[in-house]
């Protein structure tokens, strides 16, 4: 029980802890396949809607709709390696000591608020998913409806909110599993995901102007 507080009140003496024990991946992976599933549902409503739009017969729609939901939950599960190398590899610059699998099980933690958003988003997507269906535009204008949509815009600026946790977990586990200063880890982690948020910030600048 004093693990469950500690995430999310004493991030440093969580991993600080986990650190004494041997790696296990069951709870992080769990997180992250949950995380997947949410990304699996999101993928295939938006494409059938999507499909659906643009006149695709249901048959075909459905079809798309499935290869939608694999790519939207495999492309959860890559970007957590992807995450860890690019954490991984910046804190080297900054002597980073560890090895990459205690990086990758302490970043699967981090996907805990991801996990939250991904509720908040698919509400989101349900709610503008209607409406895409019963237009008539292409993919093009389509994408432009998306990010013109109030309720999407609003769920571009919660989902930086719940980055900003994301990364909040990655520098303490970083530092944790990587021998680091707060300083190293703050930026091999503040850099990329940095990055990310300017880039989510710019689309939905673009998306309001």
């Given at each position: 029980?004093?693990?469950v507080?500690?995430?999310?009140?004493?991030l440093?003496?969580?991993?600080?802890?986990?650190?004494?024990?041997?790696?296990?991946?069951?709870i992080?992976?769990?997180?992250?396949v949950?995380?997947?599933?949410?990304?699996?549902?999101?993928?295939?409503?938006?494409?059938?809607?999507?499909?659906?739009?643009?006149?695709?017969?249901g048959?075909?729609?459905?079809?798309?709709?499935?290869?939608?939901?694999?790519?939207?939950?495999?492309?959860?599960?890559?970007?957590?390696?992807?995450?860890?190398?690019?954490?991984?590899?910046?804190?080297?610059?900054?002597?980073?000591?560890?090895s990459?699998?205690?990086?990758?099980e302490f970043?699967g933690?981090?996907?805990?608020?991801?996990?939250?958003?991904s509720?908040?988003?698919?509400?989101?997507?349900?709610?503008?998913?209607?409406?895409?269906?019963?237009?008539?535009?292409?993919?093009?204008?389509?994408?432009?409806?998306?990010?013109?949509?109030?309720?999407?815009?609003?769920?571009?600026?919660?989902?930086?909110?719940?980055q900003?946790?994301?990364?909040?977990?990655?520098?303490?586990?970083?530092?944790?599993?990587?021998?680091?200063?707060?300083?190293?880890?703050?930026?091999?982690?503040?850099?990329?995901?940095?990055?990310?948020?300017?880039y989510?910030?710019?689309?939905?600048?673009?998306?309001?102007?």
């Open positions: 029980m004093s693990e507080i500690n995430i999310f009140t004493n440093d003496s969580f991993f600080k802890e986990k650190m004494t024990e041997r790696i296990q991946f069951k992080p992976a769990l997180i992250v949950l995380n997947a599933l949410m990304g699996a549902i999101s993928g295939y409503v938006v494409t059938k809607a999507i499909l659906l739009s643009a006149a695709v017969g048959g075909f729609a459905g079809v798309g709709a499935i290869f939608g939901a694999v790519g939207g939950f495999l492309g959860v599960l890559v970007l957590w390696p992807i995450y860890t190398a690019v954490f991984y590899g910046l804190s080297a610059l900054f002597g980073g000591e560890g990459f699998k205690r990086s990758l970043v933690y981090g996907y805990i608020p991801m996990l939250v958003n509720i908040f988003s698919l509400y989101a997507i349900n709610q503008v998913s209607a409406s895409l269906q019963a237009s008539s535009a292409n993919p093009a204008q389509m994408a432009q409806m998306l990010s013109n949509d109030p309720i999407m815009q609003v769920a571009t600026l919660v989902g930086i909110i719940f900003l946790w994301s990364a909040n977990i990655w520098i303490f586990g970083l530092k944790n599993a990587r021998n680091l200063n707060l300083r190293g880890a703050l930026i091999s982690v503040g850099l990329p995901v940095g990055l990310l948020i300017l989510s910030l710019i689309s939905y600048i673009g998306g309001i102007a």
